[in-house]
T-cell receptor
Framework: GDSVTQMEGPVTLSEEAFLTINCTYTATGYPSLFWYVQYPGEGLQLLLKATKADDKGSNKGFEATYRKETTSFHLEKGSVQVSDSAVYFCALWRLRADRGSTLGRLYFGRGTQLTVWP | DAGVTQSPTHLIKTRGQQVTLRCSPKSGHDTVSWYQQALGQGPQFIFQYYEEEERQRGNFPDRFSGHQYPNYSSELNVNALLLGDSALYLC????????????FGSGTRLTVV
């Protein structure tokens, strides 16, 4: 079945350091891939997405490339800030047909806690 | 434009009790999905409602049930609460196809004692 595996946390970095959070997936076909971010006490916010192989999603300095050959979608940022401290979730979106409609659901990884120190 | 609203924000219940959580979707959205996020884990899909019917369900027991009203708002009910049901329950709304328009609420923190 569909699943997402994320690197274990927590990740602790100094401000302006380079960030990589690894994400690999197991799925048939070509699901869309997402990174969500969760700040303390808040719900999930979409950070970036990629809908097909070799697509690069980017937002707020974060990037991730959909690699079909390695079934990966690693999150990177060249220079992290204290305000980037949060939990990051990798997720895949699976569509299926149901009674004439197309329904989707997200499969999430376990999340990676990032703490950035000044 | 209000986003997804969930109530209550926090709740403490005793084992064996029943609980109802509520969700008002973002204006214009017609589909509501519920996720359970245990501490230190990623969200797990519970079920999805569209046109007032449960359309998809994750691997959760029948103790978890829901409802969607004509105004698209939704409820999640959990019967016979177990300690393991303690979690953050997230509601997400979207137009049917999602998830580009998926909007999550801030969640309801349920503690079962």
């Amino acid at each position: 079945g569909d699943s997402v595996t994320q690197m274990e946390g927590p990740v602790t970095l100094s401000e302006e350091a380079f960030l990589t959070i690894n994400c690999t997936y197991t799925a048939t076909g070509y699901p869309s891939l997402f990174w969500y971010v969760q700040y303390p006490g808040e719900g999930l916010q979409l950070l970036l997405k990629a809908t097909k192989a070799d697509d690069k999603g980017s937002n707020k300095g974060f990037e991730a490339t959909y690699r079909k050959e390695t079934t990966s979608f690693h999150l990177e940022k060249g220079s992290v800030q204290v305000s980037d401290s949060a939990v990051y979730f990798c997720a895949l979106w699976r569509l299926r047909a149901d009674r004439g409609s197309t329904l989707g659901r997200l499969y999430f990884g376990r999340g990676t806690q990032l703490t950035v120190w000044p | 434009d209000a986003g997804v609203t969930q109530s209550p924000t926090h709740l403490i219940k005793t084992r064996g009790q029943q609980v109802t959580l509520r969700c008002s979707p973002k204006s214009g959205h017609d589909t509501v999905s519920w996720y359970q996020q245990a501490l230190g884990q990623g969200p797990q899909f519970i079920f999805q409602y569209y046109e007032e019917e449960e359309r998809q369900r994750g691997n959760f027991p029948d103790r978890f049930s829901g409802h969607q009203y004509p105004n698209y708002s939704s409820e999640l009910n959990v019967n016979a609460l177990l300690l393991g049901d303690s979690a953050l329950y997230l509601c997400a709304s979207s137009l049917l196809r999602g998830p580009d328009g998926y909007t999550f609420g801030s969640g309801t923190r349920l503690t079962v004692v």
